[in-house]
Structure formats: structure tokens, C-alpha cells
């Protein structure tokens, strides 16, 4: 005997039937999912909610867009800026493209003032003439009012401090030899 024939039309019937009546009992007992009694639970009241999940009350008690309500709850909030500014962020690389994202990365942004950190000074450069473009960019996908002005800065020059304490002085002088 087959593993496909001990699966008969009339077993899964019976598995079927067996499986309603244990429902069946289990609701008339007032047992849920879980394994307990939420009606007769001690401590507990039945309340009905007032209204299904996902409507909301007012105009038209439909439901709404979930970018809807995100973007109401946001706006309740004052969190505009911190969603423009984290969606700047995550989206560098579609905005400016792989390659510049590659050497360019954004550093800081506040009060519409965009910095940017360029790998080398080649890029910085090619960046700073492309200023104007990049603006654009970041406008189409952000939203005209959310980036003034762009600052890019070139790579950082190397610290030569090598601990906590700091020696007042002239610094490295003879170096390179």
C-alpha cells in the first residue's frame, strides 16, 4: 500500500468532519485559540468595540491609504523635516547615482543647509560644479522647500593625535626628513 492510497476522498472527508465537531465544541465551550476562556475570564468585561479596526471616525467612516495616515500622523507630530531628512538618506543613491555615491556622502544636514564629505579633492570639485543639478535632484525627490543651499567639503586631513592629552607646541615640524 501506497502512501497516496491511504489518502481516500472518504479519510479526509472524515478528518474534515472530525475537525468541524472539535471546532464546534471548543466554541460552545467558550475556549479561544489561545486555551482560555476569554468570556469567563476573572477580571475581565465583553466590551464591543465601538467601531471595526481600520476605519476611522468622521467624514466618511472609510477606511483610509495607509500613506494617508502616515502622513497625517507625522504632520501631527512635527516630524515633517526628520522624514524629509531620513528620506535624503536612504534614497543618496537613487538621487545622485552610483558613482557619486561612491564618493560623495552626505555629512550633515540641518536648517536647509546640505554638507557634503567627498573622498577626494577631485571630487569635491566636480561636485561643486555640479551644485546646481544636484539641487535639483534632491528637489524633485524631496520636495522644493527642503534643501537651500549645498556645502561640499573635501576629505578631512589626517590627526596627528595619537591620545587623550595634548601637548602645546609647534607640532610635527621635520617630519618627511
Avoid at 147 to 155: I, L, N, R, T, W
Amino acid at each position: 500500500m501506497t502512501s497516496d492510497d491511504a489518502h481516500t476522498p472518504d479519510s479526509e472527508e472524515s478528518d474534515l468532519r472530525a475537525a468541524t465537531r472539535a471546532f464546534q465544541r471548543a466554541r460552545s465551550s467558550g475556549v479561544s485559540a489561545a486555551g482560555t476562556s476569554s468570556a469567563n475570564s476573572p477580571g475581565r468585561t465583553s466590551k464591543r468595540r465601538s467601531q471595526p479596526s481600520g476605519t476611522r471616525a468622521g467624514k466618511s467612516g472609510d477606511p483610509t491609504l495607509m500613506s494617508t495616515a502616515l502622513a497625517e500622523f507625522l504632520s501631527h507630530q512635527g516630524w515633517e523635516d526628520d522624514a524629509a531628512r531620513a528620506g535624503l538618506f536612504e534614497q543618496w543613491r537613487e538621487i545622485v547615482g552610483e558613482d557619486v555615491a561612491e564618493h560623495v556622502h552626505v555629512e550633515s544636514w540641518s536648517d536647509g543647509q546640505l554638507v557634503l564629505r567627498a573622498d577626494s579633492t577631485a571630487w569635491a570639485t566636480q561636485v561643486r560644479l555640479l551644485t546646481a543639478s544636484l539641487l535639483e535632484r534632491v528637489r524633485a525627490a524631496l520636495g522644493p522647500d527642503v534643501v537651500e543651499s549645498v556645502q561640499v567639503k573635501g576629505p578631512q586631513a589626517p590627526s596627528w593625535r595619537a591620545g587623550p592629552r595634548v601637548v602645546k607646541g609647534r607640532g610635527p615640524r621635520d617630519t618627511y626628513g
